[in-house]
């Protein structure tokens, strides 16, 4: 493991347009290609991430910077380069029990897009599994547990599993080790009766 940078304050979203706004694919994928992109990223560069063009990459940037979740960086050298970057590398979404129909939608909406983003992306390595190295195929690991908490002893297993991974977030990592590669962590806690 290679020197971590200190976590950086965490983002709480409870506003409903914001999390609309969030709540688009492409939309996702630029947040989190500008959260661990050290210095930003331009237009061009976040539409290979998204899958867009440039300029229905740029309108993103856009609709995600009139709601601060993006801003201009400073530039490359290049006056005519257009650098964005995330204002906060990490947000969380909370809007409360006691919230309104709509902000429990538009929750419900932001949810409902990441686990479709999630669920596309264990179906791309299952697709590309067997063509992958024999220690990256190993090391890949799908788990389904059921346990049985209090929801202290759940608050506690949240916490440690967050411990447990931020030295491992890209945007953490100063130096990654040869061979380190982008992996996706989904984690869900929630009662099921």
């Known amino acids: 493991m290679t020197e971590a940078r200190p976590e950086q304050h965490r983002v709480t979203i409870s506003d409903p347009q914001v999390m609309r706004a969030l709540a688009h694919p492409a939309r996702m ?52 380069e257009r650098v964005w970057e995330a204002v906060n590398p990490s947000y969380s979404v909370e809007v409360g029990r006691d919230a309104d129909p709509e902000t429990h939608a ?59 991974t931020s030295p491992y977030r890209q945007r953490n990592r100063t130096d990654p080790p040869a061979g380190a590669r982008k992996v996706a962590v989904q984690y869900r806690a929630m009662p099921i009766d």
């Not at 237009?43 to 063009?53: F, K, N, Q």
């Not at 897009?113 to 299952?126: F, Y």
């Open 29 to 80: 994928a630029i947040m989190e290609h500008l959260s661990a992109a050290e210095g930003g990223a331009t237009a061009t560069e976040c539409a290979r991430i998204a899958g867009l063009s440039p300029s229905a990459t740029s309108y993103h940037l856009r609709e995600l910077a009139k709601f601060g979740l993006v801003r201009e960086a400073a530039g490359r050298g290049d006056a005519r």
């Open 106 to 164: 538009a929750e419900a909406a932001l949810v409902e897009a990441h686990l479709v983003r999630d669920a596309q992306r264990v179906r791309e390595w299952m697709r590309r599994a067997p063509d992958e190295s024999r220690e990256w195929y190993e090391a890949t690991w799908f788990s389904d547990s059921v346990l049985l908490l209090t929801a202290e002893e759940l608050a506690e297993l949240n916490e440690a599993v967050r411990a447990l």
